[in-house]
């Protein structure tokens, strides 16, 4: 039986509303959600609010870093982050999905985050303010629209907003507990096992720690309060090859709770294992061209399906544009792909946002309810190769109107932003990685190729450094695509004898949703692949101290490409260093 309460709204709800008064944050919002909906434009032109929604996260956040044995920065955050929407018009017109959407208009008297202790009063203002300016700009924003809408003919017309049941859910606030000085030495600690490694110019070990209470509630009846926790602690590297080549790694680990993380001992073997990796890179040589047979193992597999998922289940509408003055988004080459095969047909992907444990390792990806108070339920999104849904929130699509609760992050143009959950790829007709790996060496004498490749492990999400990250961009924009694909870190020839060769400096070509078609074998045995996500395309291994990061997991088989493209990126590289490392001096702890 669920611990939590969820009730449809009824108007004697009188539990919880005893909640309500006991609780300022509610009260503020319930008082002036009432006191708002009053609210109009004096003239012949009202524009009352059909829909007026608050939000907000009470966050106590904890942030440290260490490098070399130095501990360089740690941080204590307190904050109140609010969230204020209102609709003017209808569900059917409204001033959403327009490039109007979001204008500033007036001053701007309330800010962007509110006191961590504002009391009743306090809150009850930065509501009434923050109101009457999200909705005088709600109002010029619908104004342009209508205006915009009679020099245009739609080729389908679609609702502006969807309609979802008012659900009340009220759990107990999140109780901060963290000692901040056993993870300030943790971390001091734990960095200087890099000093064994002096080919690594820079490292880090960095740890968050956020624990808030998130509000909800708007003007149809849902009233929301939860916990949210995060705790992650990843580690990074960063290294030149001989020809001035960025070589970097990164380990992360996260959890829901704090005892979730894994032991001492774990950490040290992921860290270890990055710094290893990072001097093997500096001696591998530099991979060529390569058009044949690709083979990712499992923890691979599940970063490259965490990357095309999140950006092909996301369908993106384009907004009301001024005649002549289209908007561009990047589209999902699966939105209008719902009941065709986007898998070979022995393949299944479902987003079930809770669960606990697999093989004694949390997810990351539970969630009560919504950015927009709904409550997400189980989801067969692929079905025997075919794409049977999409994420949706309560922005209607073409095909499609409703949400199922996937609305997870902030988005543009009045509307939100759908992603992933807890994501399970299961395939029918698998084989161990052994057999898989013969399948793949098979493949290359068929074909008469030197070499196979093999895939151990992405830079999802990306620890790259930050020039890094723009060439990638840079090239994809050049090359007209509108996905980015990550780096590999751990990439290997595989020769017809079995034998494994460790190569760098390669980039995929051309990998997109359609390439998922031409996998054509899995492994039976999967891996379990945790991050937290930014809505950004290649999301960040630091992504656990940004202002809205969500937890994913994904678990999937190891996979066999018939076919993938690989080529060397063209840029230039940094110059080394015009004298060698200083030797460290370690001392043992």
Known sequence: MSRYLILFFSPLLLCAQTVVDDDPVLKAMADELKHSSAIRIPGPNPYPPYFIEYGGERSNSFTASATSGGLVRAVRNQSFNPRVMVRVGSAKLDNGNSVYTGMAVGANYDSGQWAYEGGYDLLRQQYWLATDRVYKSAVESFSRKVAALKDLTQSEPLNDFAEAKPVVKILPEANYKLDEEKWKAKIVTLSRLFLKFPEILHSSVDFDAISDTAYYMNSEGSKQRFPEGAFHLRARTLAQAADGSNIWDYVAFGSELESGLPSDAEIQQGINGIAENTKALREAKVGEAYTGPV????????????????????????????????????????????????LPDFFAVKDVPHKAFADGKPYLGNFDVDLEGVVPEPLTLIEKGVLKTMLHTRQPVRGHEGSNGRARFPGEFGAKTPFMSNVEITAGDSKPMAALKASLIDLV????????????????????????????????????????????????????????ELIRGVKFRNITGRSLRDITAASNETSLFSYYATSAPLSSSGGGSSAYVNGVTVESPGVLFDELEIEQPQSDKPRLPLVPPPAYETTSN
Do not use: C
Request: charged share 25%; glycine share 6%; no cysteine.
């Open 445 to 500: 004498k068929q074909r008469g190729k030197a070499y196979g490749i093999l895939v151990r492990k992405l830079d999802y999400p990306s620890a790259a450094p930050g020039e890094e990250r723009q060439r990638l961009m840079s090239s994809a924009r050049s090359s007209g695509s509108n996905f980015i694909f990550s780096l590999p870190l751990q990439i290997y020839k595989v020769y017809p004898d079995g034998r494994e």
């Open 295 to 342: 083979l990712f193992e499992p923890r691979a597999a599940a970063q490259m399906m965490a990357q095309i998922l999140a950006h092909e289940l996301r369908p993106v509408r384009t907004p009301v544009t001024p005649p002549g003055r289209p908007a561009t988004l990047p589209q999902s080459d699966w939105s209008t792909r719902i009941g065709s095969r986007v």
